[in-house]
């Protein structure tokens, strides 16, 4: 399963938007970027998801590089809600979802 | 919909007892997940499931055994509660298709499980 790294975390201020990073550099070809949320101790919630191409949706936008080794997840207008950790997750072939560490982000007034 | 279901929400075990947390989706999902997240941690994949009579192991499955006799039902069995096993834990679904794929998956509420 290939890895992902990410920092631990990150702050932002209200209102500007959140980029946060994550590299992948063993993704394999077939292998999807995955981002979820975890806000204090709920259950996790699914963000969004790219193969190669940027995608977008209402929650986020995701940006993928070229070569695939890394993505950036961007909250474009952060509030104090988008306040929890973010896991960047690459999906291994069986549909098995490993979690790392992810980035614990602030947003802050 | 329901969406997935998770009891008890929270219990308190002594050493050596055993439990099933259950855990119930309503979505029609074939694949159905057990992960255990300690204090301060990321999630541990425990075991998963892609259909019913089907079970793996994922990252941590020592300690625990799951079954998969129905499509809405995976329950997780903790035969002899250690310490260790002191968690929170949360089932997951997801619909992997051939066609619609997206992997997302939808979590339950969790269950707080202490072993003293």
């Known amino acids: 399963d290939a890895k992902t790294t990410q920092p631990p975390s990150m702050d932002c201020a209200e209102g500007r938007a959140a980029n946060l990073p994550c590299n992948h550099s063993t993704i394999s070809g077939n292998e999807y970027v995955y981002w979820y949320r975890q806000i204090h101790s709920q259950g996790p919630q699914y963000i969004i998801h790219?193969?190669?191409n940027n995608e977008t949706n209402e929650m986020a936008s995701l940006i993928i590089t070229e070569d695939r080794k890394s993505s950036t997840l961007i909250l474009p207008h952060a509030t104090l809600r988008d306040t929890a950790v973010y896991y960047c997750i690459v999906r291994s072939q069986g549909g098995k979802l490993i979690f790392g560490q992810g980035t614990e982000l602030s947003v802050k007034p | 919909n329901a969406g997935v279901t998770q009891t008890p929400k929270f219990r308190i075990l002594k050493i050596g007892q055993s439990m099933t947390l259950q855990c119930a989706q309503d979505m029609n999902h074939n694949y159905m997940y057990w992960y255990r997240q300690d204090p301060g941690m990321g999630l541990k994949l425990i075991y998963y499931s892609v259909g019913a009579g089907i079970t793996d192991k994922g990252e941590v499955p020592n300690g625990y055994n799951v079954s998969r006799s129905t499509t809405e039902d995976f329950p997780l069995r903790l035969e002899l509660a250690a310490p260790s096993q002191t968690s929170v834990y949360f089932c997951?679904?997801?619909?992997?298709?051939?066609?619609?794929?997206?992997?997302?998956?939808?979590f339950g509420e969790g269950s707080r499980l202490t072993v003293l």
């Open positions: 997951a679904s997801s619909y992997n298709g051939l066609i619609a794929n997206t992997g997302e998956l939808f």
């Open positions: 790219g193969l190669k």
